[in-house]
């Protein structure tokens, strides 16, 4: 039997993860913690549905099949017959040790994996929130959800070789992504390689070496990246940026990993990039 999924959270990353669940013909309960949130949350997997139908990635039918096996809720509780939980909220290590505490009193089986969309903070510490620390496990997805193919798995010490094995085929045979292993370290492959890269850029924009479309031309025209490092970070958010340079410095104290000073100012100005309309680049029009 295929496994019955629950998404903690619905914004950016916890919609994708919906949607992806939902389009592989997976039952998903999506629970936010506010109405508001939930409906913004759903308006985004709706939005994204009927663009993937329309740019013929899926059909009518399969778009309308989605939409039926979504279910919205504000009550954490409707995760109780779950198989499989993924939370995917603010990259908080405060907050999301508090989702782990109530997932392990609600999700009643014992064979169910509670997995963590983490991009930075180490898994042993939300596992350890719980009494069924050989259940949990990262897997981090990348956004855009829908569109990157890639899950990073992320097993901590404690972690079962069975809650492993059950994750890789969710994955990668149900989801159809393509893995990596990543051992219990603070931002896994992925962020321990790409925060230090955006935090050089945001430092060199900061001591004004260079504006910020030069920096960004020089890596997408001289190096062939997709993106600029900051058109990147607005992408990302500088928030969330900001978020895993901290847990990379916490776990590592290298200054490489720490967040330059104009990163916190803007943070803290709430220029977060294009969540916020504003951030290196203006969005708002």
């Given at each position: 039997?295929?496994?019955?999924?629950?998404?903690?959270?619905?914004?950016?990353?916890?919609?994708?993860?919906?949607?992806?669940?939902?389009?592989?013909?997976?039952?998903?309960?999506?629970?936010e913690?506010?109405?508001?949130?939930?409906?913004?949350?759903?308006?985004?997997?709706?939005?994204?549905?009927?663009?993937?139908a329309?740019?013929?990635?899926?059909?009518?039918?399969?778009?309308?099949?989605?939409?039926?096996?979504?279910?919205?809720?504000?009550?954490?509780?409707a995760?109780?017959?779950?198989?499989?939980?993924?939370?995917?909220?603010?990259?908080?290590?405060?907050?999301k040790?508090?989702?782990?505490?109530?997932?392990?009193?609600i999700?009643?089986?014992?064979?169910?994996?509670?997995?963590?969309?983490?991009?930075?903070?180490?898994?042993?510490?939300?596992?350890?929130?719980t009494?069924?620390?050989?259940?949990?496990?990262?897997?981090?997805?990348?956004?855009?959800?829908?569109?990157?193919p890639?899950?990073?798995?992320?097993?901590?010490?404690?972690?079962?070789?069975?809650?492993?094995?059950?994750a890789?085929?969710?994955a990668?045979?149900?989801?159809?992504?393509?893995v990596?292993?990543?051992?219990?370290?603070?931002?896994?492959?992925?962020?321990?390689?790409?925060?230090?890269?955006?935090?050089?850029?945001v430092?060199?924009?900061?001591?004004?070496?260079?504006?910020?479309?030069?920096?960004?031309?020089?890596?997408?025209k001289?190096?062939?990246?997709?993106?600029?490092?900051?058109?990147l970070t607005?992408?990302?958010?500088?928030?969330?940026?900001?978020?895993?340079?901290?847990?990379?410095?916490?776990?590592?104290?290298?200054?490489?990993?720490?967040?330059?000073?104009?990163?916190?100012?803007?943070?803290?100005?709430?220029?977060?990039?294009?969540?916020?309309?504003?951030?290196?680049?203006?969005?708002?029009?």
């Amino acid at each position: 039997m295929e496994p019955r999924i629950g998404v903690v959270g619905c914004g950016l990353m916890g919609s994708g993860i919906a949607e992806v669940c939902a389009r592989s013909g997976l039952d998903v309960i999506v629970v936010e913690s506010n109405k508001e949130a939930l409906m913004r949350g759903q308006d985004k997997v709706a939005s994204s549905l009927a663009r993937a139908a329309k740019g013929g990635k899926i059909t009518e039918a399969e778009r309308e099949r989605s939409i039926e096996l979504l279910t919205f809720s504000e009550e954490m509780e409707a995760l109780f017959d779950r198989d499989i939980v993924i939370e995917a909220i603010v990259e908080s290590e405060v907050a999301k040790i508090d989702v782990f505490k109530g997932l392990d009193s609600i999700v009643k089986s014992e064979d169910a994996i509670l997995a963590s969309n983490t991009s930075s903070i180490p898994i042993m510490k939300l596992a350890m929130a719980t009494k069924r620390p050989a259940s949990v496990i990262g897997i981090h997805f990348f956004n855009p959800v829908p569109v990157l193919p890639l899950v990073e798995l992320v097993r901590s010490l404690l972690t079962s070789e069975v809650v492993e094995k059950k994750a890789q085929e969710f994955a990668e045979g149900l989801l159809h992504k393509t893995v990596i292993r990543s051992k219990d370290r603070a931002g896994f492959i992925v962020n321990a390689l790409l925060i230090p890269y955006l935090l050089s850029a945001v430092r060199m924009f900061e001591t004004g070496f260079a504006s910020a479309e030069d920096i960004d031309q020089g890596m997408v025209k001289g190096c062939a990246h997709p993106m600029g490092p900051l058109a990147l970070t607005d992408l990302i958010g500088l928030d969330t940026t900001m978020a895993v340079a901290e847990s990379l410095y916490e776990e590592f104290k290298e200054p490489l990993y720490a967040p330059p000073p104009l990163l916190s100012r803007m943070c803290e100005a709430g220029l977060l990039g294009r969540k916020s309309g504003r951030g290196f680049y203006d969005y708002s029009k």
